[in-house]
C-alpha cells in the first residue's frame, strides 16, 4: 500500500500554492481581466452590486478619479457582488497597510475567507514587508492553518525574492525551515530555473537547497530537471518522500506515459528508483491503462522490476481483476516480477474485498510463483477470518515465508479469540508457532 502519512507537508504545499494562485485569479477577475491596478471604492462597489442606477453619471466618478481610459459604457457592465466588493476594499487596504491588512485576514473565522484575503494579499506585496507579515502568520495559530499559511507566504516570497526568503527562513530555525526554504526555491526555480541554479551552486550548503530547485525545475522544464538530477550520483536523498511525488507529477503533466523512457535514459540510482516508484504510483492510479501498455515496450529489467508492481497496486484499488490480468503477462517469461507483482494486487484486493480475494486464489493452481500473494492474503483476512486465513498460511510452499505467515496470523487469531486460536494449536502441534 502507499507510504502515506496522515499529512504530509508536499500535500501543505500544494494545497498553499492553489490557494496563492485562486487569490491572483480572484484579484484579476476584481480588476475585470485588465492588468491595470485600479479599484473601486468599497462603497462604490456595494452601491454598484446593490443595484444602483449605473446610467446616473455620479456613479462614474469613482472610476474616472482611478486614471483608467475606459469607456463608460464599459466599466458600467461590471457589477461587482458584495463578496467581491469586499475583497476589492481588502486590496486597496492591504496597498496602504500590508500588516494591518495581514491581520485583518487572520481575523477571519471562515478559513475559505481568511486563505482568499491571504492569498490576495501576498500576490501584491513587497518583499520588504515579507517578514513582518511572517511574524504575524507565526504567532497567530499552529498546526495544519500555520503550515498552509506559511506555505503561501514562502511560496509567494519565493517568486520575488528567493534568496532573502531562504535567509528569513534559516534565522527561524525550527523543523519547518527547510520546507520553508524549499518552497521558496521551488517558486522561483518554477519561473527562472537558470538563476535559481546559479545561486543554489554557488551557496556554501547546495544540497541544502536542491530539493526545492528539483521541484520548481520540473514544472518549469521536466527535462533539464532530469537531466541535472542524473548528474547527482553520489546525492542519493534528493529523491524522498516529499520530493519526489511532486518531481514525478510534473513529469507526468509534460510527458504523460513517455516519462518511463525519459527515466531509462538516466542512470541507474537510488535517486532514479525513487522517482520512478512515484511516477509509476501515479500513473497505476490516474491512467493504469496506457501505463500498462507502454510498459510492455520497456525492455529494461530494473525500470519493470519497479514501475510493474506500482502500477498493478494502484490499479487493483479500483479493478483488481484488470490489475491481474495485466500482471499475467509477466508469468512466463519473468516469474519473479510476475510474483512480486501478484502479491501487490492480492493485497489490495484483500483489503477491500477479501472474499472476492480468497475466491480468485482458490481457483489458481498452487505454484511457487503465488506464495507471496497467499502469504499477503493471509495475512489480510486474518484480521476477519483468522480460521480461513490460517487454511492458506498452512499451503504456502517456501519454508521461511509459511513458517512466518502462520505466525502472523496465528498472533492475530490469538488476539481475536484465544480460546477457538487455543483448539487450534491443540489439534496442530507440528504447525502451531511455538512460545
Known amino acids: 500500500m502507499s507510504d502515506s502519512p496522515s499529512v504530509r507537508p508536499v500535500v501543505l504545499i500544494v494545497t498553499c500554492v492553489l490557494a496563492l494562485l485562486v487569490g491572483v485569479f480572484i484579484g484579476t477577475r476584481i480588476n475585470g481581466g485588465d492588468s491595470t491596478i485600479a479599484y473601486m471604492s468599497a462603497k462604490d462597489a456595494v452601491s454598484a452590486a446593490s443595484g444602483m442606477e449605473r446610467e446616473d453619471d455620479s456613479a462614474l466618478e469613482p472610476i474616472r478619479r482611478s486614471g483608467l481610459e475606459q469607456s463608460a459604457e464599459v466599466q458600467a457592465g461590471v457589477a461587482l457582488s458584495p463578496g467581491s466588493a469586499e475583497l476589492d476594499a481588502f486590496l486597496k487596504f492591504s496597498q496602504m497597510d500590508p500588516l494591518g491588512a495581514t491581520e485583518e485576514a487572520l481575523a477571519e473565522a471562515n478559513n475559505l475567507e481568511r486563505i482568499s484575503k491571504l492569498a490576495l494579499l501576498l500576490s501584491g506585496v513587497s518583499s520588504e514587508d515579507m517578514a513582518g507579515i511572517a511574524d504575524l502568520l507565526s504567532s497567530n495559530r499552529n498546526g495544519f492553518e500555520r503550515m498552509q499559511e506559511m506555505g503561501m507566504l514562502y511560496y509567494a516570497w519565493g517568486r520575488i525574492d528567493a534568496p532573502s526568503a531562504v535567509t528569513f527562513a534559516e534565522a527561524q530555525g525550527g523543523r519547518a525551515a527547510g520546507m520553508a526554504t524549499s518552497v521558496a526555491l521551488s517558486s522561483w526555480a518554477s519561473l527562472d530555473p537558470g538563476s535559481a541554479r546559479a545561486w543554489v551552486e554557488a551557496s556554501e550548503n547546495p544540497g541544502n537547497y536542491q530539493r526545492g530547485l528539483l521541484i520548481g525545475w520540473s ?85 519493470l522490476k519497479t514501475a510493474v508492481p506500482e502500477v498493478a497496486k494502484e490499479w487493483a484499488q479500483n479493478d483488481p481483476k484488470a490489475a491481474i490480468e495485466f500482471v499475467s503477462e509477466y508469468k512466463q517469461g519473468q516469474p519473479e516480477l510476475y510474483a512480486r507483482a501478484m502479491a501487490e494486487v492480492i493485497e489490495e484486493w484483500a483489503e477491500r474485498d477479501p472474499y472476492e480475494a480468497g475466491l480468485y486464489l482458490n481457483d489458481q493452481p498452487a505454484s511457487p510463483e503465488l506464495d507471496r500473494s497467499v502469504a499477503e492474503y493471509s495475512r489480510e483476512a486474518a484480521k476477519i477470518d483468522p480460521i480461513g486465513a490460517m487454511s492458506f498460511a498452512v499451503s504456502v510452499n517456501d519454508d521461511g515465508l509459511r513458517a512466518d505467515t502462520i505466525r502472523r496470523v496465528a498472533r492475530e487469531w490469538e488476539r481475536s479469540d484465544k480460546e477457538a486460536y487455543q483448539v487450534w494449536v491443540d489439534a496442530n502441534p507440528e504447525i502451531a508457532p511455538k512460545k
Do not use: C, K
Open 219 to 303: 514544472e518549469n522544464n521536466p527535462l533539464q530537471a532530469l537531466q541535472y538530477l542524473s548528474q547527482q550520483g553520489d546525492n542519493e536523498s534528493l529523491m524522498n518522500r516529499w520530493t519526489a511525488p511532486q518531481v514525478a507529477r510534473n513529469l507526468i503533466a509534460e510527458r504523460g506515459v513517455m516519462a518511463f523512457d525519459d527515466l531509462a535514459a538516466m542512470p541507474a540510482s537510488g535517486n532514479r528508483e525513487q522517482l520512478l516508484s512515484r511516477l509509476a504510483d501515479e500513473l497505476g492510479e490516474t491512467d493504469p491503462v496506457a501505463a500498462a501498455n507502454h510498459l510492455s515496450s520497456i525492455n529494461d529489467p530494473e525500470i
